[in-house]
């Protein structure tokens, strides 16, 4: 039963990572700025850019964790690893 709450509250967070990097990757500037103080400061392809590495950072360690839990059968001992 744990396993699966762990699971709920993995992919939870990944969706908030997700939604907050949309919104900084698609909200317009002006409206972001009445909401964090340091958009105003940074230039708006900084923004951006943090919009979209926080989405990307999500697609990233899915890729890491998904396809070790998909495989069915095989132990990690009966991997070899270089």
Same mark, same amino acid.
């Given at each position: 039963?744990?396993?699966?709450?762990?699971?709920?509250?993995?992919?939870?967070?990944?969706?908030? +990572?997700?939604?907050? #990097?949309?919104?900084?990757?698609?909200?317009?500037?002006?409206?972001?700025?009445?909401?964090?103080?340091?958009?105003?400061?940074?230039?708006?392809?900084?923004?951006? +850019?943090? #919009?979209?590495?926080?989405?990307?950072?999500?697609?990233?360690?899915?890729?890491?964790?998904?396809? #070790?839990?998909?495989?069915? #059968?095989?132990?990690?001992?009966?991997?070899?690893?270089?």
């Amino acid at each position: 039963m744990l396993h699966i709450g762990l699971w709920v509250v993995q992919v939870l967070l990944a969706l908030s +990572f997700c939604m907050a #990097g949309a919104v900084k990757s698609l909200t317009p500037i002006d409206e972001l700025a009445t909401n964090m103080a340091w958009v105003t400061a940074a230039p708006a392809a900084l923004v951006r +850019f943090v #919009g979209r590495m926080r989405a990307a950072s999500v697609t990233s360690y899915e890729g890491f964790a998904a396809p #070790g839990s998909l495989v069915v #059968g095989v132990s990690p001992d009966s991997v070899a690893w270089n």
